[in-house]
T-cell receptor
Framework: EPEVTQTPSHQVTQMGQEVILRCVPISNHLYFYWYRQILGQKVEFLVS????????KSEIFDDQFSVERPDGSNFTLKIRSTKLEDSAMYFC????????????FGQGTRLTVV | GENVEQHPSTLSVQEGDSAVIKCTYS??????FPWYKQELGKGPQLIIDIRSNVGEKKDQRIAVTLNKTAKHFSLHITETQPEDSAVYFC??????????????FGKGTHLIIQP
């Protein structure tokens, strides 16, 4: 069964460092998303991406965040200068052909900023 | 934006009993109502969804009911089993904006099935 894959599963980084979280969405999907989940809290929307550009972004997605789809398969989230409060699970998700259908989530990357 | 409330935050039921989780929302334009299940250490997974032209949908032990007038929808799990233990999130959504809006999740309900 096709699935969304994320790497790494766990990333530890020093405060102020840049991190890149990687995702491979399901191959025929058109809409891509990043979400984050601070430990014990709800899943929060960060950004959506469609047709090679950002479609929507939340207030959380400030200038330190960026997304890219550098080739036909990878979808990345970059955090330029990490802060302690960026520590969270980051989930990538994709939808096949329109937003209001099943979103398929990856297993997540646990980011720990120290 | 959408304001989503979920109740209860924690629900403990005996194995074999039923569980009901309620989600209320504020945006009257919402027209898609999914429920996601998140097991420990995993990403959310869709378990059932309903659209606003339907009042109830059932899939084996799981059902979702929708009251658009009152702006709430509920997840019903019957004959609960240990593997139903997880956190459940609702994520009511509107596609009226035209963009690829992300999901607005409720705060989640931790369902505990007691053996």
């Amino acid at each position: 069964e096709p699935e969304v894959t994320q790497t790494p599963s766990h990333q530890v980084t020093q405060m102020g460092q840049e991190v890149i979280l990687r995702c491979v969405p399901i191959s025929n999907h058109l809409y891509f998303y990043w979400y984050r989940q601070i430990l014990g809290q709800k899943v929060e929307f960060l950004v959506s991406f469609y047709n090679n550009e950002i479609s929507e972004k939340s207030e959380i997605f400030d200038d330190q965040f960026s997304v890219e789809r550098p080739d036909g398969s990878n979808f990345t989230l970059k955090i330029r200068s990490t802060k302690l409060e960026d520590s969270a699970m980051y989930f990538c998700a994709s939808n096949r052909d329109r937003p209001n259908t099943e979103a398929f989530f990856g297993q997540g990357t646990r980011l720990t900023v120290v | 934006g959408e304001n989503v409330e979920q109740h209860p935050s924690t629900l403990s039921v005996q194995e074999g009993d039923s569980a009901v989780i309620k989600c209320t929302y504020s945006d009257s334009a919402s027209n898609y109502f999914p429920w996601y299940k998140q097991e420990l250490g995993k990403g959310p997974q869709l378990i059932i969804d309903i659209r606003s032209n339907v009042g109830e949908k059932k899939d084996q032990r799981i059902a979702v009911t929708l009251n658009k007038t009152a702006k709430h929808f509920s997840l019903h799990i019957t004959e609960t089993q240990p593997e139903d233990s997880a956190v459940y999130f609702c994520a009511p959504t509107s596609d009226s904006g035209g963009g690829a809006d992300g999901l607005t999740f409720g705060k989640g309900t931790h369902l505990i099935i007691q053996p």
